[in-house]
């Protein structure tokens, strides 16, 4: 079975600063994996995904993740925080597409300015 | 393009009753998920419905139920409520053609009393 663990359920961080969330993985074959983001108030939207291509998968906002298999990892990042960022975001992990999307807790991003 | 959209907003209900939500995908999307988030426990998986036909199903009981009508909207039962049904429901819906991403609804917020 997979599943996700996103480690730390609350990040603070400086406006400007590097914002690191981490998220590991266990799946039995080759996962595709995404981060989505939540703003209050509403759903969730995908920042970036990971389907097999380039490990390194660019997203929208600035942010980006790098498939690391070795350490079954696909942290999330992005070099200077705005204060926009402050969001909720899920990890999550497919086998088949979107059909089965396992998401993590997710991780509560707060901009100190 | 009008986005996924659910009704209501918020519903609440008392421990026992019937609680029914709606949802209706992006234009041209044929595949509905519905996700509960519940606080502390991140989103679940609940049911997926492709064409029409309950394709997926999540760790829930019976009680959990829905359907997909001819026009792709779909609506989602809960019956004998429990206070632990309190969640935010979120609807999503993409093409089921592989690795879609998902584009997610607002939700319905359920608060059991």
């Known amino acids: 079975a997979q599943s996700v663990t996103q480690l730390g359920s609350h990040v603070s961080v400086s406006e400007g600063a590097l914002v690191l969330l981490r998220c590991n993985y266990s799946s039995s074959v080759p996962p595709y994996l995404f981060w989505y983001v939540q703003y209050p108030n509403q759903g969730l939207q995908l920042l970036l995904k990971y389907t097999s291509a380039a490990t390194l998968v660019k997203g929208i906002n600035g942010f980006e993740a790098e498939f690391k298999k070795s350490e079954t990892s696909f942290h999330l990042t992005k070099p200077s925080a705005h204060m926009s960022d402050a969001a909720e975001y899920f990890c999550a992990v497919s086998d088949r597409g979107a059909q089965k999307l396992v998401f993590g807790q997710g991780t509560r991003l707060t901009i100190n300015p | 393009e009008a986005g996924v959209t659910q009704s209501p907003t918020h519903l609440i209900k008392t421990r026992g009753q019937q609680a029914t939500l709606r949802c209706s995908p992006i234009s041209g999307h044929t595949s509905v998920y519905w996700y509960q988030q519940a606080l502390g426990l991140g989103l679940q998986f609940l049911l997926w419905?492709?064409?029409?036909?309950?394709?997926n199903r999540g760790n829930f009981p019976p009680r959990f139920s829905g359907r997909q009508f001819p026009n792709y909207s779909s609506e989602l039962n809960v019956n004998a409520l429990e206070l632990e049904d309190s969640a935010l429901y979120l609807c999503a819906s993409n093409r089921a053609t592989g690795n879609e991403k998902l584009f997610f609804g607002s939700g319905t917020q359920l608060s059991v009393l």
């Open positions: 419905y492709d064409e029409g036909e309950e394709r």
